[in-house]
């Protein structure tokens, strides 16, 4: 059975319910196909996408740790079945996602192959070989090369060995050298943010800020013009005021910048910023949501920044991609954690 008739609500904007019919190939019909399944759940979606994951990495007791390539392929198996359609891999150890091979039951992949930082200022166990400036042109090139789509570079960073904050990795020049040759072969480049130098970033043409908790509001009118995306991943900051065991300086500083966030993203969703949600390693789409709508993003927003705004964005291609619910996932983000139906390129998993 490789055809699938749908009724309900098309989401994240649809209102009213409508009947449908997908063929194999994603082709949407408005007459009854022949021999179609029915499918189960009265809200549909063509997928969840997560625009900044890392399969080849994992949470560990002091830190993020590397998986190898099968590890990976279980955690994209994972997903899918719980109605991830599309993946961008934010950067994976030594680039290892790079040899993941498509497959049934597998999210569309969009890869960026090793992280590029210089010595010390990114996780080692993740880093591997670091990239000094000299470099870092031809190394993003070699990702490229290799089959990434995209290339991640860790803009700004604390330097591990001094300990200090957050500051900038490489001159700002030498990203822009970056970009201009990735954009010539073809590729785009994400680049990790937490400090001010996110508008500089924008400034020189990165196609997505990754993290971006110090973006502001030029920077977002710059973004808005240019088409620059935003993956907040607010799992991996606002997420830990969950945490009761959070130091009370760490605290404050995330409260501040909730503040901040409440301003900025629901303004980017007004210029027409393409905003990504994205679970880096710790969070989950579903939660990813319930903090976009919790920030101020409209629940139907905050779900189209989790499914058709990245499938624009990374122009995904119409494959038979459904996900249906029973009930409405604007009305509670918890939905998105029982999907009734489950079809990812055509295989149906659920
Ligand atoms: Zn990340």
Not at 95 to 119: N, Q, S, T
Not at 187 to 197: D, E, F, I, K, P
Not at 308 to 321: I, K, M, Q
């Amino acid at each position: 059975m490789t055809s699938w008739a749908v009724r309900g609500i098309e989401l994240p904007f649809g209102t009213a319910p409508r009947q449908w019919w997908i063929g194999e190939s994603g082709s949407v019909h408005d007459a009854p196909l022949p021999d179609a399944e029915p499918l189960p759940g009265r809200y549909l979606l063509a997928g969840l996408a997560d625009a900044h994951a890392h399969p080849a990495v994992g949470p560990g007791p002091s830190g993020p740790v590397a998986r190898d390539r099968s590890a990976a392929e279980d955690s994209l198996r994972a997903w899918a079945r719980a109605g991830v359609t599309l993946v961008r891999d934010a950067g994976s150890p030594r680039g290892v996602v790079l040899d993941v091979e498509p497959g049934p039951g597998l999210p569309v992949l969009h890869a960026a192959g090793r992280f590029l930082a210089p010595p010390g200022r990114y996780f080692p166990e993740l880093l591997g070989d670091p990239v000094p400036e000299p470099d870092l042109v031809r190394c993003g090139l070699a990702e490229i090369g290799r089959g990434a789509s995209w290339v991640k570079v860790i803009a700004d960073f604390p330097d591990l060995a001094a300990g200090t904050g957050p500051e900038p990795t490489y001159p700002i020049g030498a990203i822009a050298d970056l970009t201009a040759a990735v954009h010539q072969a073809g590729g785009r480049v994400a680049a990790h943010s937490t400090t001010a130098l996110a508008s500089q970033l924008v400034a020189i043409g990165v196609d997505s800020i990754e993290h971006g908790p110090r973006l502001d509001e030029a920077a977002i009118a710059d973004m808005a013009s240019r088409g620059t995306a935003w993956t907040p991943t607010l799992c991996a900051s606002l997420g830990q005021l969950d945490n009761p065991d959070l130091p009370p300086e760490s605290r404050r500083k995330l409260e501040e910048a909730r503040e901040r966030l409440t301003e900025l993203l629901p303004l980017a969703v007004r210029l027409g910023v393409p905003v990504l949600a994205g679970t880096d390693v710790v969070g989950s789409i579903p939660r990813e949501v319930a903090l976009l709508v919790q920030i101020g993003l409209e629940p139907a927003e905050a779900l189209a920044a989790a499914s058709t705004w990245p499938r624009e964005y990374f122009a995904a291609a119409a494959a038979s991609d459904i996900v249906t619910y029973h009930n409405d996932p604007r009305a509670d983000p918890a939905e998105l954690t029982r999907p009734a139906a489950v079809i990812v390129g055509g295989t149906r998993l659920l």
